[in-house]
């Protein structure tokens, strides 16, 4: 019972840290990402990488466009990869599309394109996180990662 109700505690929390970000105007940075991290800390401690597997992901995303940290993303996105390969594809793959959109901002040319390579090939599963991807998804990613490197013009 008690596990039960920590699964469903860590999917209010990453719905309080996305609620609390969006109506800041995603200026709130630390209440979001003070819910996300215990929504992680919380499939952690129940073994849920699903939960965690979101959580981290949506923090990568605060810290890319809210803090405007790519050097933060990419410990978040690693930790969200490790939980979730072998449970979530697509949960690693957005990850990894993250990850790759901070190596591009960092002007990391390989690592992103080896990420960008990474994330295609689990995407193309499905899972229960289907609902989280859109066909375009790495290819707007890719295009957000090209112009950051400069191979694109605007």
């Known amino acids: ?15 309080m840290g996305q609620l609390l970000w969006d109506a800041s105007q995603r200026r709130d940075h630390a209440s979001a ?13 129940v073994g849920k990488p699903t939960i965690d597997g979101l959580a981290l992901p949506r923090s990568t995303i605060v810290a890319l466009y809210g803090e405007r940290r790519p050097d933060a993303v990419l410990p978040l996105a690693a930790r ?4 979730t390969r072998g449970a979530s594809g697509i949960l690693a793959g957005l990850a990894m599309l993250h990850a790759a959109e901070a190596q591009a901002i960092l002007h ?12 295609a ?34």
Do not use: N, Y
């Open 1 to 15: 019972m008690r596990r039960e109700v920590l699964v469903v505690e860590g999917g209010a929390s990453i719905l």
């Open 121 to 154: 090939g689990c995407l193309d599963g499905a899972d229960e996180a289907f609902h989280l991807i859109s066909p375009r998804d790495r290819p707007r990613t890719a295009g957000a990662c090209h112009l950051a490197l400069g191979w694109l013009r605007k």
């Open 33 to 45: 990402k003070l819910h996300l991290d215990r929504a992680a800390q919380t499939g952690c401690e």
């Open 80 to 83: 969200a990869i490790k939980a």
């Open 108 to 119: 990391e040319p390989r690592a992103c394109e080896q990420l960008l390579v990474e994330a």
